[in-house]
């Protein structure tokens, strides 16, 4: 403690402690939210008392770190309906991708499993319903995973900036 005294933050460092401090805030905030910990009015009160303690730029924050944890491979019925419920953010094109990168993922892995269903039975004489390939070893479906993902990942990017422009330009 002793060397902590005398130590004086600048304006921009204590503003970005403060930004630090909420961000943390709303990250487990959300967090415990999606794991089903707390309920969504208790998430919106949180918010609600962030957004007096720290002003407007808590507000700001919260809804940005709201956007950002959305992701491809995560449960987003529970993060979309906060979105929309608190936010009031419009989320068709969101729950578009999302659902079009899962159907593209699983058609993937139907067309990859039928194919070396075809391959086993060609090569090794096995065939019938008990005969299930590692869709996961199968290098061709790797590749093709990672560029689905990877065009996937781009367009949800570009949506998620949207949705930030949309809400900032809204706040003001």
Known sequence: MEKTRGITLSQK??????????KLKVEGLLQKYQNRELRKDHVEEEFNALKK??????????????????????????????????????????KFLLKDYHETLQNLSQETIARLKGVLEKKHCLSGSAVLPNVEGDNAWQAAVKEIKDKFYRQLSEEKERLKKISLTAQH
């Open 13 to 22: 460092d204590r503003e970005e402690q403060k930004n630090r401090e909420i």
């Open 53 to 94: 303690v720290y002003g407007e730029t808590a507000h700001g924050l919260a809804l940005y770190e709201s956007i950002e944890r959305i992701n491809l491979d995560e449960d987003f019925n529970l993060l979309g309906d906060f979105l929309e419920g608190f936010w009031g953010l419009e989320l068709s094109q969101v």
